[in-house]
């Protein structure tokens, strides 16, 4: 009697959690919480011998005002350039700590968001979100190979020599001590 009740229960949980993420609303729900226990972690900084290297900063994007901005204009810069969207469970749970480093560092290294939604979409994401970093919308594809990704959210931290210091795909915890120190050396350099 005792094993078939804990099958019961085994089965019922299962069949609740199921029902979670079928459905879309608390789907999306679920699994914004479950990136927010893993983006604690902070991401891999590159060994400088396996760094790639960003030669050619010819890539125009336009930001949710319609200006258009040059990624040449971040050469010669430190750049966090993050790849992402409205609708993503770890671009979502890794948002807050890009916030809090964009405040940090936003006069001190150029921050290029990009996504390819809808400019109403984003800003109202923004806005009911309190994010206050700038993003863009590519104009045409990215003349750098690297930043034709495929999945979201990817990002990069590219120094002033225009090497790719962190690569990281998927969600992390940018506001970390890792990355603060590495920003704060290459700020230094």
């Known amino acids: 009697m005792i094993k078939k009740t804990q099958s019961s229960i085994k089965n019922l949980a299962f069949i609740a959690i199921a029902l979670i993420l079928i459905i879309p609303t608390t789907r999306q729900f679920v699994q914004i919480q479950v990136h927010k226990v893993l983006v604690i972690f902070a991401p891999s900084i590159e060994s400088e011998t396996d760094r790639a290297q960003i030669k050619n900063y010819n890539w125009n994007l336009v930001d949710l005002d319609n200006k258009v901005y040059n990624f040449r204009q971040a050469e010669n810069k430190i750049v966090l350039i993050s790849f992402w969207a409205t609708w993503c469970p770890p671009c979502i749970a890794e948002l807050p700590s890009m916030q809090q480093l964009y405040e940090t560092y936003k006069d001190k290294i150029e921050f ?6 809808k400019p109403e979409t984003i800003k109202a994401f923004m806005n009911k979100n309190e994010y206050t970093f700038k993003v863009y919308n590519p104009i045409d594809a990215p ?3 690297l930043f034709n ?3 979201i959210p990817r990002t990069f931290l590219i120094n002033q020599k225009g090497e790719v210091v962190i690569d990281k795909n998927g969600a992390a915890n940018w506001n970390s001590d ?3 120190t590495v920003i704060n050396k290459l700020l230094n350099d």
């Open 143 to 145: 003349s750098i190979e």
């Open 178 to 180: 890792a990355v603060k």
């Open 112 to 117: 290029v968001f990009v996504s390819n939604e």
């Open 149 to 151: 990704v495929n999945s």
